[in-house]
């Protein structure tokens, strides 16, 4: 057992068998993944990372389950049930690579292979751990962990921690969005600790007490700010589509399914590869716009549009969507309350004053 201290949650205790996985290369890499890719280019204070957000996960999810677990003893959580849920929540992000979603989303979005998302990386990586450092890890064991990262709304409470497919209400947006706010400097926080009281498992779904209904809404509303405010902003774009660039003029491009199959390829794959290319590189395409990069001579933005057909000249057209986390439906919908009769159905209109004409925004970037 080893205490830390965390920005959000102070003093954290971590467990043995947490630590055996953060003391490893393949976990302490994510200290060198900046939690919102090119995001510090636009907001210098930007530079947290992965490795304090994924034990913060871990942490968070430990108390709700324990929280539950007291509150709802005919449940009979057990032991390994919270060694699950904290192990997920510590590697949910373990597959993360380079500049975070960017990798993702832009530079494998061609490729056709399960690994292209992060979770099955973290997943893959995890069995590779278990085996090379003795974690000690059954075969049901990684299972169950990884039906708690890679959620479906047809699992039961216990998957519904860390990643809520169902509700979108879980561990990961909570750490992210009060880790994100407080490293940026945003007067937001969201208070999560009433919620967490009153909690109830009910017909195998975690529910939420009807009276917190304008606290939960609260969560999607700020998660939607942070996206219209800073994780969408045009500037990010115009950089992360010229890291894009160098990294498919690089070797790199070509060997994507290697670099994601090849452990000590892939965990390579931090922020620091960036430089690396350019320090290795004689290509002068790639030196070109690294050498812009860093001196903010940027691709240029020329505007957002609901407009899908302007600007052909442009070199990257962005599809653009920000919204409340259920596409365009109120997130309300998909979370279930309860009050002292059990779970209750509800008309959102009547129980919110102000509530949005549509829930999510489509538009289209133009960068040149």
């Known amino acids: 057992m080893k205490t830390i201290y965390d920005s959000l949650y102070g003093y954290i205790e971590i467990e043995d068998y947490l630590l055996n996985i953060i003391d490893t290369k393949e976990f302490q890499r994510l200290r060198d993944i900046k939690q919102l890719g090119g995001a510090s280019y636009v907001f210098p204070s930007a530079i947290h990372t992965r490795f304090e957000h994924s034990i913060g996960v871990s942490y968070l999810s430990g108390i709700f389950i324990k929280k539950i677990q007291i509150n709802q003893p005919e449940l009979n959580i057990s032991q390994d049930d919270i060694r699950h849920i904290k192990i997920a929540g510590l590697i949910h992000d373990l597959g993360h690579a380079c500049y975070s979603h960017f990798f993702d989303n832009y530079f494998l979005n ?9 979770e099955e990386r973290s997943i893959y990586l995890l069995t590779n751990m278990n085996l090379k450092y003795n974690l000690g890890l059954t075969s049901t064991d990684i299972e169950e962990i990884r039906k708690i990262i890679i959620s479906q709304d047809t699992y039961g409470y216990k998957y519904q921690i860390v990643a809520n497919e169902k509700s979108g209400f879980d561990t990961d947006k909570l750490d992210y ?6 490293h940026l400097g945003l007067p937001y926080k969201y208070d999560y600790t009433r919620i967490l009281n009153d909690i109830k498992v009910i017909d195998d779904e975690i529910c939420f007490p009807l009276k917190q209904l304008s606290n939960v809404y609260e969560l ?5 700010k942070l996206h219209q405010q800073i994780y969408q902003h045009p500037v990010i774009s115009c950089v992360e589509m010229m890291i894009l660039d160098i990294f498919k003029n690089s070797e790199i491009n070509n060997n994507k399914q290697e670099y994601l199959t090849d452990i000590d390829k892939f965990i390579a794959l931090t922020d620091d590869y960036l430089n690396y290319i350019y320090h290795t590189s004689k290509n002068p395409i790639i030196i070109n716009i690294y050498n812009n990069l860093k001196s903010r001579n940027l691709y240029k933005f020329i505007e957002d549009s609901e407009n899908n057909n302007l600007h052909s000249e442009c070199k990257f057209k962005l599809k653009i969507k920000i919204n409340f986390g259920k596409g365009n439906q109120n997130p309300l919908n998909f979370i279930t309350f309860y009050n002292k009769n059990g779970k209750v159905k509800i008309d959102i209109n009547k ?4 509530i949005p004409a549509q829930y999510e925004i489509i538009k289209y970037r133009y960068i040149n």
């Open 110 to 118: 061609d490729i056709d292979n399960p690994l292209k998302h992060h």
């Open 177 to 182: 969005i009060n880790r994100d706010c407080h």
């Open 220 to 224: 999607f509303e700020l998660r939607y």
């Open 351 to 354: 129980k919110l004053i102000l």
